[in-house]
């Protein structure tokens, strides 16, 4: 299972955007996908997950407010908007792919993960 993550980049704090994870057709409505962020020195941290079937989602209280987590299943796409990027938002960001019922905020618990998109907050 090959994930596809892009659209990270470099934003000024306040500013947004929003990635994207390609996954293999139908995958979708058998796996739930999270998204994951790893800062230079420190552990990779759970931030959102969307549920394979009805949808439903889980974000970080970290970042509770400010991302969300949507999917469209006919593109085969999860995307993770971001908005009110502040500077401890850098970091590389993961799509990973995962059974239902996973702790979704568990790395460990995640099969399979795109290769990472770079996102720098900064003036």
């Known amino acids: 299972v090959q994930l596809q993550a892009s659209g990270g980049g470099l934003v000024p704090p306040g500013g947004s955007l929003r990635l994207s994870c390609v996954t293999p057709?139908?995958?979708?409505?058998?796996?739930?996908i999270g998204w994951f962020r790893q800062a230079p020195g420190k552990e990779r941290e759970g931030l959102a997950c969307i549920s394979a079937g009805d949808g439903s989602t889980d974000i970080a209280d970290s970042v509770r407010g400010r991302f969300s987590i949507s999917k469209d299943n006919a593109a085969n796409t999860v995307y993770l908007q971001m908005n009110w990027l502040m500077p401890e938002d850098t970091g590389a960001y993961y799509c990973?792919?995962?059974?239902?019922?996973?702790?979704?905020?568990?790395?460990?618990?995640?099969?399979?993960w795109g290769q990472g998109t770079q996102v720098t907050v900064s003036s």
């Open positions: 057709e139908l995958i979708l409505d058998y796996t739930n």
């Open positions: 990973a792919a995962g059974p239902r019922g996973l702790r979704w905020s568990d790395y460990g618990e995640y099969q399979y």
